[in-house]
C-alpha cells in the first residue's frame, strides 16, 4: 500500500510514500505469536507440573514453532532464521527456569501456578529474543544465562508486586 503526495515544488512531480505496512503488521503478527504461544505454555506448565522436566521437554519443540512463525512474520525463509542462537536462548531459558521452579516443585498448588507462571514469562522473553533475532538474522547472539536469569527475576519480581 503506497500514498502519493505531491513535494510541494509544484512542478507534479510525486514522493511515493511508503506506509510500512510491512512492519506494523509485522509486529502485530509476531506479538500475536508470541501471546498465543504464552497461553498455550502457561497451561502446558501448569497440566505438566507434577512430572518434573516434562515441561521442558514439551515446551522445547513449541518454541521451535515460535520462532518458525515468528520468522515468517519478519517474511524470512525458513532456512534464513538464526536457528543456532535462537536454539541456544531457548535451551539456556529452559535451564534457567527449570532451576527456578526446583523450589517450588514439591510443593502440589504452588508448583502448578509456579510452572505456569514461570512458563509464560519464559515465552514472552524468548519472544522478544526470536522477534529482535529475525529482525537482523546476521547479527543474532544467544542470550546468556545471567541475563535470561536476571529477566525471568524481573518478570517475576514485577508479577509479585502487581498481585
Known sequence: MATSTTNGKGDGASRVEEVTEATTPRDERSRAV???????????????????????????????VMAARIGKAHRLPFFRIPWRPLARTALTGLGVRAGLNIAFAFVPGVAAVANATSAAALTMLLGRAFDDACRSPDDAKAVSPSAMLEALRRTFSQGVRSA
Open 34 to 64: 508470541v501471546t498465543r504461544t504464552a497461553v498455550v505454555s502457561a497451561a502446558l506448565g501448569a497440566v505438566l507440573s507434577p512430572i518434573p522436566m516434562a515441561d521442558e521437554l514439551v515446551l522445547l519443540p513449541i518454541y521451535g
